[in-house]
């Protein structure tokens, strides 16, 4: 694990952004995993200045995300479809057909996970996956468990990351119970992981997952089994560290 600890937000997203920028670079026809989430938001921003510049170009990019929430449909405005073409995919040069995240409308959950599997090998599986993680450790919809669950999977959320997530819906009601997530074997087998963490609320599940043992209470603890991972945050991140 290389870990990278940086000032704040702003040079956290600028250097995601370079290292995403640079895999595009070498790979333009390349696999990229996206993440929703505040952390993501910066470096987004930071791709579509890089975009708009012509100094990157995603025209021949794929791109998988790692999860929705189960019963939203795409134009939802809380969907994760809804909220990666506001903040990423309607400012930049990627093809529609490109783009891959799972159907939380999907009637057939079971298939839907499958289907979404098979994609992510027909395209040659993910050469670089941008990561974020909860305060309770999770990564993607991976919630503290008995188990790691390997694939693609359906999810019921954790009262914390449900409480978390309340602030980007009207009440705590609203927020939906179930995800569609890439599973913790999905998210390993990607040749290369870049997870970022910003502020004090992540600094024990950052000191957990660096320092602690692995295991499926701590989700994130899985990426100590990885040999290709980036780890940005910031001071307040690596406040326990
Ligand atoms: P956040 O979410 O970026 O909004 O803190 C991260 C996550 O829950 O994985």
Redesign the pocket.
């Known amino acids: 694990m290389q870990i990278e600890i940086v000032k704040d937000y702003e040079a956290l997203s600028k250097k995601a952004a370079n290292i995403i920028a640079s895999q595009i670079v070498l790979k333009p026809q390349g696999v990229i995993g996206l993440?929703?989430?505040?952390?993501?938001v910066g470096t987004y921003k930071e791709l579509i200045r890089m975009n708009k510049e012509g100094l990157i170009s995603f025209s021949n990019i794929t791109s998988f995300n790692l999860d929705e929430y189960y019963g939203l449909g795409a134009d939802d405005d809380q969907s994760y479809h809804y909220f990666m073409n506001e903040n990423l995919f309607n400012a930049i040069d990627i093809k529609k057909e490109n783009i891959h995240i799972p159907n939380g409308k999907a009637s057939d959950v079971g298939a839907e996970c499958t289907r979404y599997e098979n994609r992510i090998k027909e395209a040659g599986g993910i050469d670089l996956q941008l990561?974020?993680?909860?305060?309770n450790g999770?990564?993607?919809f991976n919630e503290p468990n008995e188990n790691f669950e390997p694939l693609t999977h359906l999810v019921n959320l954790d009262s914390d990351?449900i409480k978390?997530?309340a602030r980007f819906f009207d009440s705590i009601e609203e927020v939906p119970t179930q995800a569609i997530s890439m599973g913790v074997k999905t998210i390993l087998s990607s040749r290369k992981i870049l997870l970022?963490a910003?502020?004090e609320?992540?600094a024990e599940a950052m000191y957990k997952m660096i320092k602690g043992k692995v295991t499926p209470k701590l989700p994130a603890s899985a990426l100590q089994l990885h040999h290709d991972v980036v780890v940005i945050m910031d001071e307040a991140a690596a406040s326990l560290l």
């Open positions: 993440a929703t989430g505040s952390t993501p990561l974020g993680i909860g305060q999770h990564i993607g990351t978390a997530n970022l910003s502020g609320n992540k």
